[in-house]
């Protein structure tokens, strides 16, 4: 799909709320607030499911899902959830440390747990339902954009 010329891949950030609601967050926003120049005070002390899509775009215009990456947020008691950002960025650092050493036939799996850490700590997978709902939210009829079907719902 993606080798025609006029499509191009965009990146879009939707946080999903507790209630059901899915809100997006403008590029500019996730920035800010992974730097910490600004917060939000509604998820102080609290966890917020995100997820990244990466949307096949034509003319702006949403043609398909590429991928999607679900990160879990923890905002601190102001509403910053830079300090646990930068602390996702260095267990993936720790990823490529090559810590796979081998003394006297024991191999150390330091960092397979690390990983394995990583993921059950600040990741997650949407459900069929959320992806339906995030579908309703990314294909707007009232700007003359025609959600795909089901099957066709993610690029090939």
């Known amino acids: 799909?993606?080798?025609n010329e006029n499509l191009t891949v965009g990146l879009r950030i939707y946080a999903f709320e507790k209630q059901?609601?899915?809100r997006r967050l403008p590029i500019v926003m996730f920035s800010s607030l992974a730097r910490g120049i600004i917060r939000m005070v509604e998820y102080a002390d609290e966890k917020l499911r995100v997820l990244m899509v990466a949307l096949?775009?034509?003319e702006r215009i949403?043609?398909?899902?590429?991928s999607v990456y679900g990160s879990v947020w923890r905002f601190d008691e102001e509403g910053s959830p830079a300090e646990s950002l930068k602390k996702q960025i260095h267990s993936v650092l720790g990823f490529f440390d090559g810590k796979?050493?081998?003394?006297d036939s024991v191999i150390?799996?330091?960092s397979?747990?690390?990983?394995?850490?990583?993921?059950?700590k600040y990741t997650w997978k949407p459900t069929i339902e959320?992806?339906?709902?995030?579908?309703?939210r990314i294909w707007r009829p009232e700007r003359g954009e025609k959600r795909p079907s089901k099957a066709d719902l993610f690029c090939s």
């Open 112 to 120: 397979c747990l690390e990983k394995k850490m990583f993921y059950e």
């Open 1 to 3: 799909m993606l080798d």
């Open 100 to 103: 796979y050493d081998v003394r």
């Open 20 to 22: 059901g609601k899915i």
């Open 56 to 58: 096949v775009l034509e």
């Open 108 to 110: 150390d799996i330091t």
């Open 62 to 66: 949403p043609l398909a899902i590429h």
């Open 130 to 136: 959320e992806i339906d709902k995030l579908a309703d």
